[in-house]
């Protein structure tokens, strides 16, 4: 019998119109690296949060080391050397490193924090797994793959065993990845479980010793990922065949859409200008991808765009009529959609149903209001379509208040709303952030039917992949400036690499 | 939006419900503390007038004496003063109404008008002056109020707009700029057009100005009104909820309050689809001052009180128990009429308790637990949706057996 350091058996969590586990069973091996895969509103996270004592399932039994044991709530899972690194971390932002290690589990003399004591423990630790860190450092002055070494930190200081990741790589550069994947390795070695969560194949290929599926809340099994290949991880997780590159047909871009010149943008944290003097141009039947590590201008460039932010110098054309000075309503109206980057921020009023969210910018249009009173059922039957059209899944359809809906589901209804304007161009900016394989495959089938209708598409991301795999032209983006422009089919990721790093540009 | 749901899944549906349920709770749990305020009082001063009493009759006593004229209200007083008592009742709800939409419709828009006092102060006077000084028909005076409410809220909202002053700052000072310049304006040393030196008040509607005072109307009962000729109410309180009605309409119903409310749950988002937040700032503001100067037109109008701009230097409380009313019926429109009605109930019903054993205040404490309580309706809220869940999950159960 295998030596199983946490069991999870016949686990069932019920949610008021969903099942989110349904009898579902996790084992994880002492020492090995078990990743968790599903799409999104599969049920991992729920999953998670009955092992770390936020939920009571309905049924189902935990056991630690072969007992049973009842967590009800963190407290008890830190008891049991279960620590987690949530997806959006839990620091406190003006602490330092060192404080925020050891709070709630400060040492102390007398009535004052050993701090000596803490710093001595968290500086051999850090050096025992490599996990460079300034302990003196503020939390809002280090980077986002720092602030991941600090909750990582935080775990190994509370002496866990199990290591749970939520979604650790979604906000890591490549290289922080590769460095993240070495420190798991790590671990394992010092005989850690380590639970990852996440929906990137290519990651559990490449760390994970065994991985259990989800799908739609049901347990789907566990494989020996050195047995299994990538296609058919993603068929169980997605219940059939994806298609992992797409495909798409040749184009021969039209008139120009989108014409931007010399815009500036001044920053809103520094001094410096965001966006400095940068010029492009978007033609029908056309994907421009504008690439960079997140930073480096793209979110202000998109805002001057849309109207978000005003920018100090430069043009902005649409289909030939000067937008420079347009209101975000005019540029809306003249053929501009827009998936915007926070989905929470700007793309949806999460306190709004399903259905008010589908005509935020539609309804004063005479479909869905007759003397200014909105037409629900017009409201309703137009969004009851869209979910239908565009596979937006939710617990009571229409009338599902937002917030209660899954991200890959918010974004789609977002997707499906922007696309079903109509537009003349669509800005996608992150279309696909923290998506799982099915819905990526789903949006980027949209994205390049918009192409094909003979829209012109501005695309703004950040993952190399999706980049190379969508778009016709290149722009890669380094400190508010444009420093190259490459045609996907003649360049690759490196080239694109030293680029976005700066360490190249064109002349 | 959750009654439209016609999906078989429940959890949406009974939102509503359990939204009403949990007010109620707090009501009652109110009521309850209050009875326990009343019971340690009257023993206090019981105990001190040095009489022998068992607890028994500490019990009687504190149930007749003081519970019951604060649950009856109005209703308690003695068959000849009834009418009366229920007219203070209705014509103090009118303009608690009109505060409480106020703040609740501000509310949706994510503002907090703690302004409303002096909205109402400004409404209070554009309103007498109207019917005082000019002479004017009562529904020109409450338009006039209305007037001077928007143009005192209009100001916090504009500040808030585009200066980004915090708007709760900006009606704080507006309430006591309001204040202190409607007193002088009132009085100009004895010798304002609307002073009576004699009473030192505003004078009277019904000697100065009758046509400013708004209709009355009575209630048959067995063939005879039931208020007294001399004390009929006023029509204020009906003008009072057809607002609210209309309020609930234009926030549920309209593109207008679609817009708004898009604003007080994401700024940004609304931002982002084009709706001009700037312009809805503005504009829930001026209609909440609205509301809260035309609340001050339904009282000043009836004519059963003048304005003292010597006594009234504390800002009216009618503008700060809106926030109460708001609170309590959750900022749904049509909760504000119950929950207004039932403070003016009780504070009614205080006056009527036995003054030497206990101070009318202690209404002020129950409609003040029920408040603080509201705070936890979202708990009580949770807590009576999980049951109606568990019900009729053993229905659903049941149905499959």
Known sequence: ?????????????????????????????????HALLG??????????SVLFGLYQPESGIIKKDGQVVKINNPNDATALHIGMVHQHFKLVECFTVLDNIILGAEPTKGLTVDRKAARKRVVALSERYGLKVDPDAKIEDISVGMQQRVEILKMLYRDNEILIFDEPTAVLTPQEIDEL???????????????????????????ADRCSVLRKGKYMGTVEVADTSVEEMSRLMVGRDVQLVSHKEEQTPGKVILRV???TVPSRVHSNNAVKNASLEVREGEIVCLAGIEGNGQTEFVYALTGLEKMSAGKIYLDGKDVTHASIRERNSLGLSHIPEDRHKHGLVLDYTLQNNMVLQRFREPEFQRLGFIREGAVREYSDRLSQQYDVRSGQGSATITRSMSGGNQQKAIVAREIDQNPQLLIAVQPTRGLDVGAIEYIHKQIIAQRDAGKAVLLVSLELDEVMNLSDRILVMYEGEIVGEFNPKTTDVQTLGLYMAGAKRAE | MAKKNKSPRLSGAPTGLASLLASLVCVLAGLAFGFVVLLILGGITMSQSGEEFTFGHLLATTWEQGFKPIVQGGFYSKANMMGMAVRMEILQAAPLIMTGLSVAFAYKTGLFNIGAAGQYTV?????LYCAIVLKMPWWVCLIASGLGGAVWG?????????????????????????????NPLIYQGGNGPMFNLKTTKTFTLKESAPQALLPTFNVNVGGKGYFGKLFMPTIGIFIAIGIAVLIWVVINKTTFGYQLKACGFNKNAARYAGINEKTNIVLSMTIAGALAGIGAG???????????????TILPAVGFNGISVALLASSNPIGCVFSAIFISHITVGGGFMTAKLFPSEVSDIISGVVIYLCAFSMLFRGKILKLFNRKSGTQRKGDKA
Do not use: C
């Open chain 2, 123 to 127: 409404g209070a006077f554009l309103a």
């Open chain 2, 298 to 312: 339904l009282f000043y109008l009836s004519g059963s009180k003048e304005w003292e701009p010597l006594v009234s």
């Open chain 1, 261 to 263: 010149e010399n815009m």
């Open chain 2, 154 to 182: 209009a100001i916090p909202g504009i500040f808030k707009a585009y200066l980004n002053v915090n708007e709760v700052i900006t009606a704080i000072m507006f309430n006591w700029i309001g204040l202190y310049a409607v």
């Open chain 1, 39 to 48: 799409e999104n509103g599969a049920g991992k996270s729920t999953l998670m």
């Open chain 1, 181 to 207: 994947m070495e420190i798991m390795r790590s671990f394992k070695k010092e005989g850690k479980s380590i639970l990852f969560i996440t929906h990137k194949l290519a990651e559990i290929k490449a760390v």
């Open chain 1, 1 to 33: 019998m295998a030596d199983y350091v946490i069991e999870m058996l016949n686990i069932t969590k019920e949610f008021p119109g969903i099942k989110a586990n349904d009898d579902v069973t996790l084992q994880l091996r002492r020492g090995e690296i």
